[in-house]
């Protein structure tokens, strides 16, 4: 090759090196550009409406449609969520979790991976009475620009113990639903399912789907249907343990489980929501 010809093939590699230098940086200028932005982007809700006294609702032989309406605008407990505790007997935690709905909190930003965020409060929520099987959904996790949200399911209820992905580098464990009580928001959903499926997903899930390694594409580069799995993430490792009973959660069937499709599935219906607009939720 003549030297000439030699200097332009250097030349063209010195540019096209040039040009996916200058690509690289822009993407990753993006990219955190957007986990800044999420730093202004808060997720939590508080009410912007008069709190009442519910006292009196809780204390009647039966409520009506309109009484379970006061009693949702002003704890995010549905139907559902109000008359598990009224089976418990439990009316000092309906007030708790009135109290904590309307308390005024400092959201916090925190970066635990790279471009990646979680929304957290001051304080904690307060929760329902949750059943096996009952999912618990936030909003409140951030990849750059995408809110990703959250999501873990209830496998013992009687110890308050979730089964969790969280992220990069840990695997799916078993943990406290403590854990979830000081994100910036969340949502209780129930499978409308019999309370025995319910049980038994919660418990093949405690057993067979503890320690998976995190792989945040799973599902998208990985088959989402492969038995036995071998890496999930939070969304699809909930996904995962009811679709082995025949069950598919994902409302819109793609190849990659998100929260917000479990949440958005009509096979799910509403317990308890904190830190959501109770008419909007994750629209």
């Known amino acids: 090759m003549k030297a000439s010809n030699m200097k332009q093939a250097w030349k063209r590699l010195r540019t096209a090196l040039l040009i996916a230098a200058l690509s690289l940086a822009a993407a990753l200028a993006v990219l955190q550009a957007g986990a800044l932005h999420q730093t202004y982007a808060q997720v939590h ?4 409406y008069e709190k009442v006294d519910i006292l009196p609702l809780l204390q009647k032989a039966e409520r009506t449609q309109e009484d379970y309406a006061v009693l949702y605008a002003q704890t995010g407990l549905t139907h559902l969520g109000i008359e598990d505790l009224l089976e418990a007997h439990d009316i000092h935690r309906i007030l708790e979790i009135q109290t904590r709905y309307f308390e005024e909190y400092t959201v916090e930003t925190d970066l635990f991976a790279p471009f990646t965020s979680t929304q957290t409060i001051d304080g904690r929520g307060a929760y329902g009475r949750l059943r096996n099987g009952d999912l ?14 959250h999501a873990a399911m209830m496998v013992d209820a009687p110890a308050q113990q979730i089964i969790n992905a969280v992220s990069i580098g840990a695997d799916s464990a078993l943990e406290p639903l403590s854990e979830f009580e000081s994100r910036a928001n969340f949502m209780v959903l ?43 993430q939070c969304a699809h490792l909930v996904w995962y343990a009811y679709q082995m009973f025949g069950v598919d959660l994902d409302s819109n069937g793609g190849r990659l489980v998100t929260p917000k499709d479990l949440a958005q599935s009509p096979l799910v219906e509403l317990v308890q929501t904190f830190g959501f607009d109770p008419q909007r939720l994750w629209s």
Not at 45 to 48: E, I, L, V
Not at 136 to 149: D, E, K, L, P, V
Not at 193 to 212: D, F, H, I, N, Q
């Open 190 to 232: 129930r499978p409308k399912l019999p309370t025995e499926l319910r049980e038994s997903v919660a418990s093949y899930a405690k057993s067979w789907l503890v320690g998976l390694p995190y792989q945040l594409t799973a599902g998208l580069l990985t088959d989402k249907f492969e038995s036995p799995v071998t890496s999930t």
């Open 45 to 48: 809700w508080t009410p912007d």
């Open 136 to 149: 618990i959904i936030s909003s409140s996790a951030f990849f750059s620009w995408f809110r990703c949200g």
